[in-house]
């Protein structure tokens, strides 16, 4: 009974309020060709994930066998490649939802802001001396805004900071000892260090000034580093920067966590997109809902699903249509161990409802399609 008496209330209303409508949303299949206005989409919760790499490239000493003559132990024996995942940030983005696009007929007085993308950003009014001239539509053939394209890929290796790198032979610094022996080399050390005391301790001829004289420390320094690089081997870092991103769709359980691939990671060969023919682990993202709709959602989608609700709004019309996302916490994961978590607001895990007035100024979030303001 109480059903029943609000589908009645709903129908009275859409009724009452028709005729103080400035603006009302369709479903695509009852648009009039012949009304002015422009297609909207109610937005769903894209995730954007930006994965830093720290890649370390190691290169053998070429007296890394005489390492001893200058007390090391460690020497690098051999080269090669390693990677590590310094961080993960996961961001929430909106696009469109091609399961729920409208067209939205409005008077003039009103001025409808739309992204790119095709959501609903806001509608407003506009001084009663300056009309909007209507947005004309702009829209695909089959009235659906597209899903975006999404390579598992998107950049790869957009930032490459050096971090430390001597290779002073490929300067040229050491060429004039092409033919140096490992003893030579650790003499050479010890004549430079020697020289170092010198300089510190004032025994150089001539003045100089205290930056002059760091100065002098530092060259030489320098080119101690790459005779000791000669046995150690050179490890070269720098960083990689690559970005993801995946439309997580609402599981059938909510209280299930959704585990969604992100990308492959392996520390011999770093990352590498889902589509690669390789055998390395995935980087999951798995997705926590908070149930924060539970307790409406269901009431909201029966009453939205009901056909005496459906054949009032095809025909009337509604205000607008609009999402209201939950809560979940997304925590980002690899080899069991959590490389970030967040909690955020993801449209398409919660419902889409009306308003049924349209003479209101309303304002969304653009990632959750969250009512934000109305006034």
């Known amino acids: 009974m109480k059903r029943v008496r609000l589908l009645i209330g709903l ?61 090391i132990d460690n020497a690098s024996v051999k080269g090669g490649e390693s990677y590590r995942i310094k961080s993960v940030c996961v961001t929430p983005k909106g696009v469109a939802n091609p399961e729920h ?36 539509p702009s829209f695909p053939d089959d009235k659906r805004f597209p899903m975006p394209v999404k390579d598992d890929l998107k950049a790869e290796k957009t930032e490459v ?49 205290n930056t002059t004289v760091d100065y002098m420390y530092k060259q030489l320094d320098e080119i101690i580093n790459g005779y000791v690089a000669l046995f150690t081997g050179v490890e070269t870092v720098t960083e990689e920067e ?37 055998d390395d682990m995935k980087v999951v993202a798995r997705i926590h809902s908070l149930n924060t709709t539970k307790n409406i959602s269901s009431l909201v989608t029966e009453q939205a699903n009901s056909k005496d609700f459906k054949k009032a709004t095809e025909k009337q019309g509604v205000g607008i249509y609009y999402s209201v996302p939950e809560q979940v916490e997304v925590f980002v994961e690899y080899a069991n161990e959590t490389l970030a978590n967040k909690k955020l607001d993801l449209a398409q895990y919660g419902f889409v409802t009306t308003l049924i007035n349209g003479n209101k100024q309303v304002e969304f979030d653009q990632c959750s399609g969250l009512l934000k303001k109305i006034w």
């Not at 007085?109 to 790119?116: C, H, L, P």
């Not at 490929?170 to 005391?197: M, S």
């Not at 059938?252 to 770093?270: A, H, M, N, T, Y």
């Open 11 to 71: 129908s009275l209303l859409l009724s009452c309020s028709l005729m103080a409508q400035n603006y009302r949303s369709y479903p695509l299949s009852e648009t009039q060709t012949s009304q002015n206005g422009v297609f909207y989409s109610v937005a769903q919760t894209e995730l954007v994930f930006k994965v830093k790499v720290e890649k370390t490239v190691r290169t053998k000493g070429i007296y890394s066998e005489s390492a001893y003559l200058l007390g």
């Open 242 to 278: 690559y970005t993801f991103s995946i439309i997580p769709q609402k599981p059938i359980f909510i209280e299930e966590d959704l585990l969604v691939p992100v990308f492959k990671f392996s520390k011999e060969r770093g990352v590498s997109s889902l589509s690669a023919k390789n």
């Open 161 to 209: 900071n050096p971090i430390f790198e001597k290779q002073l032979l490929n300067q040229g610094i050491l060429n004039k000892h092409p033919f140096l022996t490992a003893q030579q080399a650790v003499a050479e050390i010890k004549r430079l260090r020697e020289q170092q005391i010198k300089i510190i301790s004032g025994e150089v001829e001539g003045t100089y000034l």
């Open 101 to 136: 696009q409208y067209f939205l007929s409005y008077s003039d007085g009103f001025s409808v802001d739309i992204s790119e993308t095709g959501i609903l950003r806001s509608i407003t009014k506009t001084s009663s001396d300056k009309k909007e001239k209507p947005i004309v």
